[in-house]
T-cell receptor, first 112, second 114 residues
Framework: AQSVTQLGSHVSVSEGALVLLRCNYS??????LFWYVQYPNQGLQLLLK??????LVKGINGFEAEFKKSETSFHLTKPSAHMSDAAEYFC??????????FGQGTRLTINP | EAGVVQSPRYKIIEKKQPVAFWCNPI?????LYWYLQNLGQGPELLIR????????DSQLPKDRFSAERLKGVDSTLKIQPAELGDSAVYLC????????????FGEGSRLTVL
């Protein structure tokens, strides 16, 4: 079975600083990987995904993630944090045709 | 286009009472999911429907939980009787395309069991 580990349940950065949220996966097959974001009192929404092809994928709001097979990682980055980026971020891997397996989440706090 | 709608948003009940959550997926989405999200954790799949059929309910505690999706549209998740450990957020999601992992989530129903 596939699994996801997110390193760090809480990450705090200053506004304008680099955002780095870490995700490692375990999969017996080439993985489909995702980042979802959950803003306060809202549902999860897709930020970006990797399926095949280019290993650097770009998502909404200036986020991007790089698939590194050798490191079994799919870390999420943003060059310059904005106050509106404060949210909970979930890394996920697709198991089978339709089941998403989520990590435990990382809460991102932005300091002014 | 309307998103996934869930109700109620919040529910407080005493243990041993029943509770039901309702979900209306995005129009045309054949796949519907119920996820459980405990505090500080990621969502965990409870059940997945393809149209009216429950195709994956292996994680649904069938002694107290039940779900239905009549006519392949709306769905209801029921807990009877509720226990203290059931306090969590119950998320509904829908998808139109198999194999993409692109799910659209509702805002969730937060249950507190006293």
């Amino acid at each position: 079975a596939q699994s996801v580990t997110q390193l760090g349940s809480h990450v705090s950065v200053s506004e304008g600083a680099l955002v780095l949220l870490r995700c490692n996966y375990s999969s017996s097959v080439p993985p489909y990987l995702f980042w979802y974001v959950q803003y306060p009192n809202q549902g999860l929404q897709l930020l970006l995904k990797y399926t095949t092809g280019a290993t650097l994928v770009k998502g909404i709001n200036g986020f991007e993630a790089e698939f590194k097979k050798s490191e079994t990682s799919f870390h999420l980055t943003k060059p310059s944090a904005h106050m509106s980026d404060a949210a909970e971020y979930f890394c996920a891997v697709l198991e089978g045709a339709q089941k998403l397996v989520f990590g435990q989440g990382t809460r991102l706090t932005i300091n002014p | 286009e309307a998103g996934v709608v869930q109700s109620p948003r919040y529910k407080i009940i005493e243990k041993k009472q029943p509770v039901a959550f309702w979900c209306n997926p995005i129009s045309g989405h054949n796949t519907l999911y119920w996820y459980l999200q405990n505090l500080g954790q990621g969502p965990e799949l409870l059940i997945r429907y393809e149209n009216e059929e429950a195709v994956d309910d292996s994680q649904l505690p069938k002694d107290r939980f039940s779900a239905e999706r009549l006519k392949g549209v709306d769905s209801t998740l029921k807990i009877q009787p509720a226990e203290l450990g059931d306090s969590a957020v119950y998320l509904c999601a829908s998808s139109s395309r198999q194999g993409t992992g692109e799910l659209f989530f509702g805002e969730g129903s937060r249950l507190t069991v006293l």
